[in-house]
Structures are given as structure tokens and as C-alpha cells.
T-cell receptor
């Protein structure tokens, strides 16, 4: 069974440019999460989806970050415009439900120059 | 709010040594507790978990006991191997409310085991 797929694995952009990350969860997983992991820190939740509905987005910086999960399957996280401080690893995870084990993808490492 | 405080690393051990990584937590309610491991170049993997006080989670020789009285969930292994070299994260999960399922992670502890 395929795990959580994320792309790209690495992205280097200049500040003020837009960037998007894609995540395909494990088949059948209704719950999808985006986490941000700064260097030397643990991941922090940005947003949680139950199917196509964002049910926990209180930590998403909505001035520049947006996310969507239109058909309740794959998801895209966007930053526009990117800032130097956005350099980090963006992790996607999925689970059968909010009470179930979360499975993490390998992450996308973003470098903003 | 909920948070996890984890022993800072890095931790360097010789093979077959005893490992302890300390983890304490602050939470309202009754969280579930987890240890995740991140091997080089790989995603986070669940190592073990405990869902209520006095539960012991175990996997691959690692153990941790949910201690409500000391708000702790320390990770232990009796004899580490070179293959255990990785970053270990302690985490807790809200079990209700709008933040259901949200994982709160510690900063991670880098473990290096030498042969």
C-alpha cells in the first residue's frame, strides 16, 4: 500500500514568489493534516481537513497561506508571497479519522532566498 | 495551552547502552501520548503510544509509560543498536473539542549510536 505522497521534495524560490505543495494521502483516509516543521523544532499543525472541510485552521497564517482539498482526496498548500521565514519543511499526514494514527509523508523542504 | 517539553540532545551512546529520553507534558483534559521517530531521509513514523494513565506503549524494544502524576512519558530502551540512530519526537494529541487529533510535538532529540 502506498504511503502519503508529497511533491516536490525540495523547492528553492526567491522571496515574494508564490509556491505550492501537493499531498496525496493514503487511500481511504478521510482526515488530512498539514504541518510546518522549522529547523530544530517539532512539527506544528497548520490545518486539518475532514474530507473536504477544513475543521481546524486556527494556526494557518491566512494572510499568505491557503489550502484546499476540493474533492476530499488530495490537497494543495500555497504560500503567496513567500518570505524568508517560511523556509522550513512542510509535512502532510493522513489518518482514517481524527482518533486514528497519523501517517506522515516525507515532507517538502522549502528554501526561500 | 497544551505543550510537550522534551530532553534536549544530541544524545550519543555506544551500542548496547541504555537509553532514556525524558518527556513531560502540559495538557487540559486527557490526552493521548506518542513517540515518533524520524530516520534520515524518511518521514515521521509512529514508534509507540499510550492512551490513558498507567498504559505502557512498547515497540521494537522501546517502552514508555504514561505517568499522569508526574505528567511524563519517558522513552527507554535497554540496549540500543546503531540502527536506532534517528530523531525522536514526543507528542500529545487532544482527544476532544475543535482541536481533536491535533498533535503537539516536542523539539526532538537526535540519537546517535556508535558501534
Amino acid at each position: 500500500e502506498a504511503g502519503v505522497v508529497q511533491s516536490p521534495r525540495y523547492k528553492i524560490i526567491e522571496k515574494k514568489q508564490p509556491v505550492a505543495f501537493w499531498c496525496n494521502p493514503i487511500s481511504g483516509h478521510n482526515t488530512l493534516y498539514w504541518y510546518l516543521q522549522n529547523l530544530g523544532q517539532g512539527p506544528e499543525l497548520l490545518i486539518r481537513y475532514e474530507n473536504e472541510e477544513a475543521v481546524d485552521d486556527s494556526q494557518l497564517p491566512k494572510d499568505r497561506f491557503s489550502a484546499e482539498r476540493l474533492k476530499g482526496v488530495d490537497s494543495t498548500l500555497k504560500i503567496q508571497p513567500a518570505e524568508l521565514g517560511d523556509s522550513a519543511v512542510y509535512l502532510c499526514a493522513s489518518s482514517l479519522g481524527a482518533y486514528n494514527e497519523q501517517f506522515f509523508g516525507p515532507g517538502t523542504r522549502l528554501t526561500v532566498l | 495551552g497544551d505543550s510537550v517539553t522534551q530532553m534536549e540532545g544530541p544524545v550519543t551512546l555506544s551500542e548496547e547502552a541504555f537509553l532514556t529520553i525524558n518527556c513531560t507534558y502540559t495538557a487540559t483534559g486527557y490526552p493521548s501520548l506518542f513517540w515518533y521517530v524520524q530516520y534520515p531521509g524518511e518521514g515521521l513514523q509512529l514508534l509507540l503510544k499510550a492512551t490513558k494513565a498507567d498504559d505502557k506503549g512498547s515497540n521494537k524494544g522501546f517502552e514508555a509509560t504514561y505517568r499522569k502524576e508526574t505528567t511524563s512519558f519517558h522513552l527507554e530502551k535497554g540496549s540500543v543498536q546503531v540502527s536506532d540512530s534517528a530523531v525522536y519526537f514526543c507528542a500529545l494529541s487532544d482527544t476532544g473539542g475543535s482541536t481533536l487529533g491535533r498533535l503537539y510535538f516536542g523539539r526532538g532529540t537526535q540519537l546517535t549510536v556508535w558501534p
